[in-house]
């Protein structure tokens, strides 16, 4: 269910937690393309052979991948103003990677609303703290406080 934030009562939707987003399976493909775009090649995370010898015991995806699916979860956690036009990221305030994402685990996203600023007519900041889960862990792989802009 999305949080429609009022523009002007917006104070009210600090506090408000999403429901968590559908699963996302993080294989090797993609771990291994991520390696590509970032040219960050290490064993632990392209080499399945020395990974399993590691204390991870297999390949995990690298910290930023994880923190990167924020972008394809964004459309499912649904925390718009309403009449939002267009919503562009603004960057992180604070993210700490807690566990990391092995090899063909599933994640997803929940999120809070921690504040809401209006820094010009129309334009509004968001700042969502965005826990990462992993299935069957309770441990999360991440947890960020993310900045984002939209424009009603």
């Keep these: 269910m999305p949080t429609i934030i009022s523009p002007t009562d ?21 771990i291994n393309a991520f390696a590509d775009c970032t040219l960050d090649h290490q064993f632990i995370h392209v080499d399945p052979a020395a990974a399993a010898k590691s204390t991870f ?17 964004a459309e499912q956690l649904e925390v718009v103003m309403e009449g939002v036009k267009m919503g562009v990221n603004y960057g992180l305030d604070k993210v700490r990677f807690i566990s990391p994402v092995k090899v063909d685990q ?47």
């Design 10 to 30: 917006y104070g009210r939707a600090i506090g408000c937690e999403t429901a968590a987003t559908d699963w996302f399976q993080i294989d090797q493909d993609r």
């Design 57 to 73: 015991g297999s390949t995990i995806a690298h910290g930023f991948l994880s923190l990167s699916m924020l972008s394809y979860f």
């Design 106 to 152: 599933r994640i997803r996203a929940r999120a809070k609303v921690l504040d809401v600023l209006e820094k010009n007519p129309g334009q509004f900041q968001l700042k969502l703290e965005v826990t990462v889960e992993i299935e069957d862990q309770d441990k999360p792989a991440l947890i960020a406080e993310w900045l984002v802009m939209q424009f009603i």
